[in-house]
């Protein structure tokens, strides 16, 4: 009989360690069923479950435990396990500093605060190492300087599989949004449509056959069933390797980091982003091309396409679920196919060791008069945050809070903004910090406050880019080439580009416009006002990247505080003041009605003069030509641009899963830097005005106030 142990108290978090406990039968299929269905008895043993039974001797496994504060919430700081199925009776027990978990998990170190193991292969010291395997990820691996065998040293074979063709029939409606599909639960667990979805992406996207994927989630509620569903139909579509992030978990600028350093094809992630998880949340499916970045316009319409016309679906309903706990690779017998599961966190490290100077973060962080907090909201940046800031930089480990990923994000709305990341304004309000930052459920987003004070995303980007060659290794390395934002964001980063002789490009709204731009070299950092910052290190928006950004500046500008380093770039371009009106979950034909209206009455607004003064130079719908390949992309937001270059923009959320949100953007520049610390509410409350009597919003959608103002 194979005996399971859960490590002495030094490293249970809870103070009140758990004895030896038994799981009830029927036994759970594997660690991962374990994991997430299972309460947690007082007492007793683990018996094994088959997947355990197979494991090499002194492998170890993590799972989640219920918090005594949050019973119902799963899975939260990992338990290290050792066992060994060589011996009678209670296992040899191996302290959890000196596990391979221990090793090789970074969640699991930081769940029981233990120090990177001493004598342990290190994480570290992966890039080094020699590269193995033939597989077309392990060269490409390689390449990138990364040990496929050192990353995940054991090989668990598993019986051959086979292939099963179900019949389906196509679901209406799974377009793509701006960022992939996205549904409340319910809708996706509905039988076969995240399946139909998968599927889809399977029949559209070309050469998936024997390619590499990556896999992983921002941890929401139902991630888990689908990545066992993604790897059983990835198995039966001829995909050559999944990479699966431990325990399913990979930030979005992960994913697309992994994507490119593995030379893989593509990447599904399994995120709704910023949106509410938990079964009454929403989940979401996105994929990303071999680039890292999100799907272009053409890949999406093909998916969606396929969405539309699907009968079967390919499947290998005899594999057992993966073990997501542990890094391991899974061969299957009598095929090529391969999943291998690796450490979320450490490839995302490395990465931002050689963008930053981490030395000079480091002192900062540990100088004794600086202090800052991240608000990892629940999502899947906790890990990341707590590896790079506490770990690698040296601050207190209280310096991330919300830093355990929650399947519900905490109840909480994981969208980093001034209404919904309340616990950081809360702190920074209280005027303990010298800098706040927050992240969303998939890490891609940010959100950057100084001590009682708040950083606009669209001069986050712009004194982000001013600042970065001067700053930041990767670009005194390779110095900005161009930069670019979204069509809604500032203008300030325009005035930054002129500055420093670069050109600037205005894209579309979404993150998948700027990858062309960088794959041709033409930007190197771009960004949106929807919190979203990063540069051509990824094809996604990073906001860890952001907030090590900042950083660097405040580093090499000792003693200035955020708000100092606004002013006084304020006083360098003048001020782009800017505001952003979300008016959620509004009727649906009430919101097509107010767009169309706008656009029926676009040419009239011309040159005519309206409340306060402005006059509209030019009205239209923004359409975009993709400079690189010729893409072309039409119905983008509708733009009023007035004679002082002030803006309106009007335009449809693509990233709700329930009514419409219509977004109302608000721009004017004031050169004058005595005028620069007017408060944006009241500087741009005329603009404000303008902007609601122009589209009639409370006739249309009802609403006197925004939900969300930012
Ligand atoms: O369509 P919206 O709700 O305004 O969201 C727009 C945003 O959606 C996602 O977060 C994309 O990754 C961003 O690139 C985009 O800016």
């Not at 668990?156 to 209406?172: D, H, N, V």
């Not at 316009?297 to 396929?306: K, L, M, P, Q, R």
């Not at 690796?342 to 995302?348: E, G, K, P, Q, R």
């Not at 959620?584 to 034909?589: N, Q």
Request: glycine share 10%; charged share 15%.
């Amino acid at each position: 009989m194979y005996r399971a142990q859960f490590p002495f108290p030094p490293y249970f978090p809870y103070g009140t360690p758990p004895a030896l406990f038994a799981h009830p039968s029927p036994l759970p299929a594997s660690p991962a069923a374990m994991n997430l269905a299972s309460p947690l008895p007082s007492s007793g043993w683990y018996s094994p479950s088959p997947a355990l039974s197979s494991a090499p001797v002194g492998a170890a496994y993590g799972f989640g435990m219920p918090s005594p504060a949050r019973p119902a919430a799963y899975p939260s700081p990992l338990v290290a396990m050792s066992f060994s199925p060589a011996q009678p009776g209670p296992p040899a027990f191996h302290p959890p500093a000196y596990s391979p978990l221990a090793a090789y998990s970074p969640f699991a170190r930081r769940a029981h605060h233990m120090p990177p193991p001493p004598s342990s292969p290190s994480m570290r010291g992966l890039r080094s190492r020699a590269a193995a395997g033939a597989a077309r990820a392990s060269a490409a691996a390689a390449a990138n300087g990364i040990s496929m065998s050192a990353i995940t040293p054991q090989i668990r074979p598993r019986p051959a599989f086979t292939i099963s063709r179900l019949e389906t029939a196509a679901y209406e409606g799974q377009k793509p949004g701006t960022s992939g599909l996205r549904k409340k639960v319910a809708v996706m667990q509905q039988p076969n449509y995240v399946a139909n979805f998968v599927q889809a992406i399977f029949d559209a996207v070309d050469d998936l056959a024997g390619a590499t994927l990556v896999v992983g989630g921002d941890g929401r509620f139902y991630n888990d069933v689908v990545i066992q569903l993604i790897v059983r139909m990835a198995a039966a579509n001829g995909v050559g390797k999944l990479i699966v992030g431990q325990n399913g978990i990979l930030s979005t600028p992960a994913v697309s980091a992994l994507v490119r350093d593995f030379g893989a094809a593509g990447g599904i992630i399994l995120t709704a982003s910023h949106n509410p998880g938990g079964p009454d949340g929403d989940l979401g499916i996105k994929y990303n091309i071999g680039n890292g970045g999100p799907a272009p316009d053409a890949v999406t319409a093909a998916i969606y396409d396929a969405t539309k016309s699907i009968s079967r679906i390919l499947t290998a309903d005899d594999i057992d679920d993966i073990a997501l706990a542990t890094p391991a690779r899974y061969t299957f017998a009598g095929s090529d196919f391969e999943v291998q599961v690796v450490d979320s966190v450490a490839n995302y490290v490395d990465n931002m060791k050689r963008i930053f100077d981490f030395p000079a973060i480091s002192s900062l962080l540990t100088s004794g008069s600086f202090s800052m907090v991240f608000d990892a909201m629940h999502g899947v940046t906790g890990p990341y945050a707590t590896a790079v800031l506490v770990d690698e930089l040296g601050a207190p480990p209280s310096s991330v809070i919300n830093g355990t990923p929650l399947p519900d994000f905490g109840g909480g709305h994981p969208d980093p903004n001034l209404t919904y990341a309340h616990d950081l304004v809360e702190l920074m309000n209280s005027g303990k910090y010298d800098f706040g930052a927050a992240s969303d459920g998939d890490g891609d987003r940010n959100m950057v406050l100084g001590n009682q004070f708040f950083v606009n995303p669209s001069d986050s980007v712009a004194i982000i880019a001013a600042h970065a060659n001067d700053t930041i290794p990767f670009f005194a390395r390779s110095p900005l080439t161009g930069l670019a934002r979204s069509m809604p964001t500032s203008q300030a980063l325009d005035r930054v580009a002129a500055h420093l002789g670069l050109e600037l490009y205005e894209t579309p709204t979404g993150w998948k416009y700027f990858g062309s731009l960088m794959d041709a070299g033409l930007i190197s950092i771009c960004g949106e006002e929807s919190f979203g910052q990063s540069s051509v290190h990824i094809r996604e928006k990073d906001g860890l990247w952001a907030v090590l950004a900042w950083l660097s500046i405040l580093a090499a500008n000792p003693g200035s505080s955020v708000e100092d380093i606004c002013t006084r770039h304020w006083a360098s371009y003048g001020r782009n003041y800017f505001t952003r009106y979300d008016f959620e979950e509004v009727d649906s034909d009430g919101a097509a009605e107010l767009m169309a209206r706008l656009v029926r009455k676009l040419d009239s607004w011309v040159g005519g003069k309206l409340d306060a003064g402005y006059v509209v130079r030019h009205a239209d719908e923004f359409a975009y030509v993709d400079p690189v390949n010729g893409a072309r992309a039409s119905n983008q937001g509708i733009r009023f641009l007035f004679d002082d270059g002030s803006r309106i923009v009007f335009r449809l959320s693509g990233t709700g899963s329930s009514g419409a949100t219509i977004r109302v953007y608000i721009e004017q520049y004031e050169p004058d830097a005595s005028e620069a610390s007017t408060p944006a509410s009241e500087k741009l409350a005329p603009l404000v005005n303008l902007a609601l009597s122009m589209s009639r919003m409370e006739e249309y959608t009802g609403r006197t106030e925004p939900t969300v103002i930012t």
